[in-house]
């Protein structure tokens, strides 16, 4: 064929597998490959395709109905243009395009030539311009030319540069020299911006990139007006730090110092979000430059933040709790952007880099929810602010990523900024991640990466408003990487020359980038100096003001219980003693339960399923033998009746990890679902149950933050077993168990967490019960270890009817979920019910002034006591359970022990005396048989010996154990 020598100089090596790969999937579907590509191979004429295709090989061709095989008679086919050859089909543009292409042999091979080299070289760029992009403000970054974004390795000379190539529209032109693609294409990616995009797999969010970057349109997308606006922010962000400096010499503060463009980053973002109709934005992120944040973006009063900095607490007066540093406070606040109300909230958070991004995310969802915008997810978005060491390092980082879009997660997508430092504490990027880049790690879920030199504001601020507007066209993720630096050290005190002396010794040199940008300004004529110096001594005037006013500022209100969180009251005074309004009428229940066993006509649940379906109507039919499972369900399905939703989230939750729940139904043929708790009657509220991916730390973070955002919806995270809850441990104690002390944030949140020893070994024993109690204090939490499934009704609707809110943590059962005697009667759950925190000895055996011993326990290992009392008719021996371990039951306690003052009193647990319960109420047990006047005042343990391990793994001996306790608790002494 004429053509095979039209392509013979790119069609070697790599270069012709690559575009055989692609002339192959364009020949099956245009719209599948690069716009660029799909021009080019348009154009191209039939001899030139038979080159591609013969490169390709015969098994590459399509089938007429899919796969690939021969396509014949590719040369026979008359090239386009040529008499009676038919037109392209592609419509006019197209056909110019093809007659473009000359006739004449060697210039058609020599423009195609021209052409595909072009082509490659533009896509190169596309690809890996960010590498040779400008985006370090203190120049010590080393680049190295990459040589597929260097012309000559194309095939191209020098005497090629001002040669007119024919290029289609890509790149907005017909044609261009080779001089002038490269200006244009250097311009755009290897500038101030460095774009990562083209890993993404939608060719619509790629295009989109590609449209809004080419050209580099952010050399002339600011005004005079949008300048100045740039300018005022740059001069509030370091005018803010420049006075704190000057006035607290001696106070952390953390400040945003070279990475000041922070601020008018998280400006564009708001405003552009805003201007398409986002009401509620929360923000995340850890201590440095939140002072910045607060002031500048959240605006809390200068005032307030001052009055900090001279030890005036943040609470008023008459607001009980610890309070926190000022770099951990959070606030919210109603702004006006373009007409529109936004709320803005900053989430307070410990120093626990990125634990606070789950949070902010799911109280982002909670927000939705609520709005009723569970469709397109655009009312409220989430701004999640990192540092480059923590985005590369954090594992939260990745599960926040890997929630994005997951049908009970997603939030339509996270606007992510890191304010990259280029350095940790002393660490270097050398030893802080092993990608090229701290934000490699995004690429996992396809988010684009702008990253862009802190040192130009307008790049910084044009990246923003892209990353603002990417989020609300396509619902998903992008991360800006402002490239900065961090002026001090780790804090305003350290000296950061120890570690890193080159570094530093460059920083000393640099101006701020608010005087790089003032002076850029000035020589352009965009705004003299003298309004520059204006703007920046009356802000600092400003400043001065506000902190004289600090030195009497008092705060008087805190606005925890505002918005959702109006009319819930700041604490219960008598805390486990409450008599809440938990019980439901029978009819009610009855109501409920019988949608529980009901399944839609044509409906094919599994055959073992509807058996427990049928055991479950039989059980509100005749009012006995209620389970665990049910009891749960009828708490879930009276609160939603009430106006209530409810949400279960956690891994494998739908059906339960012991297929207990099933609360969510699937058809056998069609799979299908079915929810009975979202039929129970027209008007009700609704339940959503979520098998989460494999992740605690993130899920339990992301379930808290909906539970803070929302006090009105039931919200449960469960364990699949408890001891996984371990892999969530910073969630637990920096905000489950501590946030209303510290930040003065409440929380409902229940967490469910299998526990009991089953001879499943050590993972598989203990939830770590002792790890919760440890945490309690100033009745920060509720903890129970509950044996009946009313009491467990009980428990869970009481999260909603109190006046207050506690996060709940239960230790549910894994055997009790089918035990015979872990049952309840209807009317344990109706009129006259409701939650105990003790349940007294419930057997007929001897009179109160005859029982010699008391057993106190709680939890699961009571069943094993009663059955062993029972099957050796122990009658002097009398069990107690403690349901609710704190708030610990001093009132209810004493009355159900004062009958047997004469007796000597057992705690049986299941755990190893240095675990469980033991340590915990070991003191305020015998506090109480003290002020009860018991003969012997000191409780006696009972349980396994103290063990590194929670459990044996032996069922043998496990079994041995549990034997010799039991016994030990009934018969010694």
Not at 81 to 90: L, Q, R
Not at 358 to 363: E, M
Not at 460 to 467: D, G, H, I, S
Request: with cysteine; aromatic share 8%; proline share 5%.
């Amino acid at each position: 064929m004429a053509g095979v020598d039209i392509l013979a100089s790119v069609m070697t090596g790599a270069n012709a597998t690559y575009l055989a790969d692609l002339y192959a999937k364009w020949v099956e579907n245009p719209g599948s490959v690069d716009p660029s590509f799909a021009e080019l191979f348009e154009v191209l004429n039939d001899d030139a395709r038979a080159v591609l295709t013969d490169a390709m090989g015969a098994s590459w061709a399509p089938r007429p109905k899919g796969g690939f095989a021969p396509e014949p008679e590719v040369a026979a086919r008359p090239a386009k243009g040529a008499p009676g050859a038919p037109k392209s089909g592609k419509g006019e543009a197209a056909d110019k395009a093809a007659a473009a292409v000359p006739t004449d042999p060697a210039a058609a091979r020599a423009a195609v030539v021209d052409s595909i080299r072009a082509l490659m070289l533009i896509r190169a760029y596309r690809v890996r311009g960010h590498l040779e992009a400008q985006l370090d403000p203190l120049g010590l970054q080393k680049q190295h030319p990459h040589p597929e974004l260097d012309y000559r390795t194309y095939g191209f000379t020098e005497a090629d540069l001002d040669r007119p190539i024919f290029i289609d529209k890509v790149l907005g032109r017909e044609t261009a020299t080779l001089r002038e693609i490269i200006e244009i294409i250097r311009a755009t990616y290897c500038g101030p911006i460095g774009v990562e995009f083209m890993h993404i797999q939608d060719p619509g969010q790629k295009s989109w990139i590609q449209q809004r970057v080419e050209g580099a349109p952010w050399t002339k997308a600011f005004d005079k007006d949008a300048k100045r606006t740039i300018l005022e922010q740059l001069t509030e962000a370091e005018g803010f730090e420049a006075f704190c400096a000057k006035k607290f010499v001696s106070t952390k503060r953390f400040g945003l110092e070279g990475g000041e463009s922070t601020i008018p980053a998280i400006q564009a973002v708001i405003e552009s979000a805003a201007r398409a109709g986002t009401t509620a934005i929360d923000i995340g992120m850890a201590h440095r430059g939140r002072l910045n944040v607060l002031v500048n973006i959240v605006k809390k009063p200068f005032t307030a933040v001052f009055s900090e900095f001279i030890g005036v607490s943040a609470k008023p007066d008459d607001v009980q709790g610890s309070g926190d540093v000022k770099y951990h406070l959070g606030t919210s606040t109603d702004v006006e952007i373009g007409g529109r109300t936004v709320h803005l909230s900053l989430q307070p958070n410990p120093s626990h880099l990125e634990a606070v991004d789950p949070v902010v995310v799911g109280k982002v969802r909670a927000r939705q929810d609520n709005a009723g915008d569970t469709k397109t997810r655009r009312s409220a978005m989430a701004i999640l602010l990192h540092g480059d060491a923590a985005f590369a390092g954090q594992g939260l980082v990745y599960e926040t990523l890997a929630m994005s879009q997951l049908i009970g997660y997603r939030t339509g997508g996270t606007v992510h900024i890191v304010t990259n430092n280029q350095i940790g504490f002393t660490t270097v990027p050398a030893h802080a991640y092993s990608g090229l880049y701290c934000t490699d790690i995004a690429k996992a879920v396809q988010a684009p990466i702008l990253h862009v030199n802190g040192d130009n504001p307008e790049a910084v601020v044009f990246c923003a408003r892209m990353c603002a507007e990417f989020r609300q066209e396509f619902g998903v993720d992008i991360v800006l990487d402002i490239v900065c630096y961090r002026r001090h050290g780790h804090n305003e005190s350290d000296e950061p020359a120890f570690t890193q002396p080159i570094m530093y010794r460059r920083i000393r040199e640099m101006k701020t980038t608010r005087t790089l940008y003032a002076e850029k300004l000035a020589a352009e004529g965009s705004i003299p100096a003298e309004e520059s110096k204006a703007m920046w001594d009356a802000f600092a005037q400003q400043l001065d003001e506000a902190n004289q006013a600090a030195q009497s500022f008092k705060p008087n209100k805190a606005d925890w219980l505002e918005g959702n969180w109006a009319g819930i009251k700041a604490t219960s005074e008598d805390g486990e003693d409450r008599d809440e309004a938990t019980a439901v009428g029978l009819e009610t229940l009855r109501e409920v339960g019988a949608a529980l066993a009901r399944v839609p006509e044509g409906f094919k649940a599994n055959p073992k399923i509807l058996r427990q379906l049928e055991a479950k109507k039989q059980a509100i039919e005749t009012g006995e033998g209620i389970d665990w499972a049910t009891g749960e369900a009828l708490a879930f399905g009276t609160l939603l009746l009430e106006g209530h939703r409810v949400r279960l989230s956690g891994e494998d939750v739908q059906r339960g990890t012991f297929s207990q729940r099933h609360s969510v139904l699937i058809d056998q043929d069609t799979q299908a679902e079915y929810v009975p708790l979202n039929n129970i009657r027209e008007g009700q509220k609704r339940y959503e149950a979520f098998n989460s991916l494999l992740s605690e730390a993130g899920v339990l973070g992301f379930d808290y933050g909906y539970s803070v955002a929302d006090p009105h919806t039931l919200t449960l995270w469960e364990g699949q077993f408890g001891d996984f809850a371990n892999g969530a441990q910073v969630i637990i104690d920096q905000f489950i168990a501590s946030a209303e002390t510290k930040w003065l944030r409440m929380s409902g949140l229940v967490m469910l967490l299998p526990h009991g020893y089953e001879g499943q070994g050590p993972e598989h024993s203990s939830a770590r019960l002792e790890r919760y109690l440890q945490l309690c204090a100033e009745r920060n939490l509720r903890v129970g270890n509950i044996t009946t499934p009313a009491n467990y009704f009980h428990a869970l609707r009481r999260q909603l009817k109190a006046n207050y809110r506690k996060p709940l943590i239960l230790m549910t059962p894994k055997s009790l979920l089918r035990h015979k005697l872990a049952v309840s009667s209807l009317a344990d759950f109706g009129p006259g019910s409701g939650f105990r925190t003790v349940i007294p000895e419930v057997d007929a055996i001897a009179p109160e002034e005859k029982v010699r011993r008391i057993v106190l326990c709680t939890g699961k290992v009571y069943y094993d006591l009663l059955q062993e009392r029972r099957e050796k008719g122990i009658q002097d021996v009398a069990i107690i359970r403690l349901e609710q371990l704190y708030p610990f039951p001093t009132r209810s306690l004493p009355g159900v022990l004062g009958p047997y003052r004469n007796a000597e009193v057992v705690w049986c647990q299941e755990e190893p005396e240095n675990m469980g319960a033991w340590n915990f109420v070991d003191r305020r047990l015998e506090a109480v048989l003290r002020d009860l006047g018991f003969k012997h005042d000191r409780p006696v343990f009972v349980g396994r010996a103290e063990a590194a391990s929670p459990a044996t793994g032996s069922a043998k001996a496990h079994a041995q154990q549990q034997q010799a306790l039991v016994q030990a608790a009934l018969t010694l002494g």
